[in-house]
């Protein structure tokens, strides 16, 4: 067993469900102090996060980023194996984290130990961006991170996000960037009454209908030779007592905004909050912004991962901004260079997670690759 598998099953063990590490962290700092790693464990509330580095203050920083929660199993029923127990069937690692991402931890481990041992006098600085609050609210995390090094100047030049970036093939695409993510939680107002008389109520699921239907069918901009064009999605919608002859009073909506920088978060709104008022519709509409768009242009970290998955896969990667956020979106406005590379996302929040054996041993080599194009 390779030392990267066996890393990645120690870690899919852990139940570290968000925002829970169980030990996660503690096991990758050993693995960087034995190796002369600097460690600086950074708690924000109940998230466990750490920093570390190993190198000279001089030359520029390739930072590690990733995080050691998972999301919740699912139906444990539906498994065909305990989510918490690795079980490899078929060349397929099996676990929930397999893919997202505590392949991607421990092959940044191994990359790191092995090259490391090759040039213990490499230029410049190695580190570590560790989170266990990524898949939940994302506040006590990364971002608080982000915003302590941008008071105290902390730098990184480079830096390589762990997610599951490849979509059918390990190393077929790399994340240069990703969209802005803008989220309402929009509460239209009725006025509850019997089902009979209709004209005593005013019921809100019938006033939101029309503003909705144009909201979803709106084309709203053609994104950009980078991006994806901006799309608007209902992702919650309630309404009603559970009684059939109860008109509803009030109806409650979550929807998110994936947008391309062609847009403004301003414009967003006024846009979304004039379709509303057009229709008629009394509403309360609270915005709450995740992360706006970043992106990598082509440059010293692009082409180094690129030349890096080329000579383990024989090809180079596509380059996509396409997908949900990441925390590459708090570490891009320190100035960074961000790009996300990781194994396979197929499987990625399913049940029945999992990765093919060998690709964890192909991202090693990959990260392994880029460190020696970087800072050898």
Known sequence: ???????????????????????????????????????????????????????????????????????????????????????????????????DMKSGLAAMITATE???????????????????????????????????????????????????????????????????????????????????????????????????????QRAWDEGTEHFEPTSFQISNLNAGTGAPNVIPGELKARFNLRYSPVQTLEGLKETVEGILRKHGVRFTLEWYLSGEPFYTPPGELSEAVCAAIESVRGARPQLSTGGGTSDGRFIAPLGAQVVELGVVNATIHKVNECVRVEDIDALHRMYLNVLANLLA
């Open 1 to 99: 067993m390779s030392p990267t598998l066996e890393l990645t099953q120690n870690l899919i063990a852990r139940r570290s469900v968000t925002p829970a590490d169980e030990g996660c962290q503690a096991l990758m700092i050993e693995r960087l102090r034995a190796i002369g790693f600097q460690i600086e464990p950074l708690p924000f509330g109940n998230v466990a996060n750490f920093w570390a580095w190993h190198g000279e203050q001089a030359g520029p920083v390739l930072c590690f980023a990733g995080h050691t929660d998972v999301v919740p199993t699912g139906p444990l029923e539906e498994w065909l194996s305990d989510p918490f127990t690795p079980t490899i069937r078929d060349g397929m690692l099996y676990g929930r984290g397999a893919a």
């Open 114 to 216: 092995a090259f490391v041992a090759a040039h213990p006098r490499h230029r410049g600085r190695i580190a570590f961006l560790i989170t266990s609050d990524e898949e939940g609210p994302s506040v006590d995390g990364t971002k608080r991170i982000a915003a302590l090094f941008a008071e105290r100047g902390e730098r990184i030049d480079w830096c390589i996000v762990g997610e599951p970036s490849s979509e059918r093939t390990i190393g077929d695409t790399i994340k240069i960037g990703r969209r802005g993510s803008f989220s309402g939680r929009l509460t239209v107002h009725g006025v509850q009454g019997h089902v009979a008389y209709p004209q005593l109520a005013e019921n809100p699921v019938h006033t939101l209908a029309p503003a909705l239907a144009e909201l979803t």
